[in-house]
């Protein structure tokens, strides 16, 4: 079955890079759209950027563009998501989620359709 493993969470002063990982299993991985979203207490889940593991497009939600990027790894199943210039306002759980099929830009950042989900890793930017 599917298992989505993420990594590399934890905390960063404003201005910081941190780097989150998510190792899948048990997926054709060429064949699906890996995404990672964030979510905070009270809050609809985001999506924050999405990488087409078969043709490697990549998609970011407006709030990340020019300061997070996403990259996937196909001899580690895996994607990560570099984050640069953090701010306050990514402090979140981020959660790495699997879509069979590629990405769309009409479909990427919609959680109702994936279906495979990690157990999220928890950033914290603060001063």
């Known amino acids: 079955h599917v298992q989505l493993a993420e990594s590399g969470g934890g905390s960063v002063q404003p201005g910081g890079s941190l780097r989150v990982s998510c190792v899948s299993s048990?997926?054709?991985?060429?064949?699906?759209?890996l995404a990672w979203f964030r979510q905070t207490p009270g809050k609809k889940r985001e999506g924050v950027a999405a990488?087409?593991?078969?043709?490697?497009?990549?998609y970011y939600a407006d709030s990340v563009k020019g300061r997070f990027t996403i990259s996937g790894d196909s001899a580690e199943n895996s994607v990560s998501l570099q984050m640069n210039r953090l701010q306050s306002e990514d402090t979140a759980t981020y959660s790495c989620?699997?879509?069979?099929?590629?990405?769309?830009?009409?479909?990427?950042?919609?959680?109702?359709?994936?279906?495979?989900w990690g157990q999220g890793t928890h950033v914290t930017v603060s001063s």
């Open positions: 048990g997926l054709t991985y060429n064949d699906y759209c």
């Open positions: 990488f087409s593991t078969g043709v490697g497009n990549r």
């Open positions: 989620a699997a879509l069979r099929g590629g990405c769309y830009s009409t479909r990427w950042a919609d959680e109702s359709e994936y279906r495979f």
